[in-house]
């Protein structure tokens, strides 16, 4: 069991940046690879990011490469999600969430092969 807070999220203008933490507690970090999702209002929830156990690879989500970038530190139990040249599209709740790092990024980007969420943070993008 793992449980994982965000915090970070808030109001931005369009072009600007801004930082997502989620920590996490419970049983031993590294032993996941670790994600980040997003869901606008009257959408489905997608995917923005995900990093492995080590750091070693990242994977993003087309809409989001160049702009986002997922970091972790297993030491203070974090992972990070960098968001810059935002858009007003990007306005979202985003949630942290991990599955066992044994899956490697077999079906990275479904929402259903994560098996801990966390509760969300609102991100917001005036145009």
């Known amino acids: 069991q793992v449980q994982l807070v965000e915090s970070g999220g808030g109001l931005v203008q369009a072009g600007g940046s801004l930082r997502l933490s989620c920590a996490a507690s419970?049983?031993?970090?590294?032993?996941?690879?670790m994600g980040w999702f997003r869901q606008a209002p009257g959408k489905e929830r997608e995917f923005v990011a995900a990093i492995n156990w080590r750091s070693e690879s990242t994977y993003y989500a087309d809409s989001v490469k160049g702009r986002f970038t997922i970091s972790r530190d297993n030491a203070k139990n974090t992972v990070d999600l960098q968001m810059s040249s935002l858009k007003p599209e990007d306005t979202a709740v985003y949630y942290c969430?991990?599955?066992?790092?044994?899956?490697?990024?077999?079906?990275?980007?479904?929402?259903?092969?994560?098996?801990?969420w966390g509760q969300g943070t609102q991100v917001t993008v005036s145009s």
């Open positions: 419970g049983r031993t970090f590294s032993s996941y690879t």
């Open positions: 969430a991990a599955r066992p790092r044994v899956r490697a990024f077999s079906a990275i980007e479904v929402v259903t092969s994560y098996d801990y």
